[in-house]
Nanobody
Framework: QVQLVESGGGLVQAGGSLRLSCVTS????????MGWFRQAPGKKRDFVAA????????YYTDSVKGRFAISRDNAKNTVYLQMNTLKPEDTAVYYC??????????????????WGQGTQVTVSS
């Protein structure tokens, strides 16, 4: 049993920044691959970023490269998503996810075993 609790969403103007946090409990955090996904109204849940246990292999979808940064602090059981230069098209519910192992395609929702409740990010023009 793993629980993920997200925070940090909100309303921001285009060009602004937000930092999302996801605190994990119930399992050893340091062994988990962590991911961020987002889902806009009427659309599917899409991959944003992922990071492995070491924190040295971040991976991003093309639309956020150079603007977003995923990181983790294993001592705090927390993964972060720093979002800079936000655009209106970034508006979505953002979800934190955890993989306990056994999957290889970390851009797929099916790679992840646990999910947070989501946090709303709204970027105004």
């Amino acid at each position: 049993q793993v629980q993920l609790v997200e925070s940090g969403g909100g309303l921001v103007q285009a060009g602004g920044s937000l930092r999302l946090s996801c605190v994990t409990s119930g399992r050893t955090f340091g062994t988990l691959t962590m991911g961020w996904f987002r889902q806009a109204p009427g659309k599917k849940r899409d991959f944003v970023a992922a990071i492995n246990w070491s924190g040295r292999n971040p991976y991003y979808t093309d639309s956020v490269k150079g603007r977003f940064a995923i990181s983790r602090d294993n001592a705090k059981n927390t993964v972060y998503l720093q979002m800079n230069t936000l655009k209106p098209e970034d508006t979505a519910v953002y979800y934190c996810a955890a993989d306990r192992g056994g999957s290889s395609d970390y851009t797929s929702i099916y790679a992840y075993d646990y999910w947070g409740q989501g946090t709303q990010v709204t970027v105004s023009s």
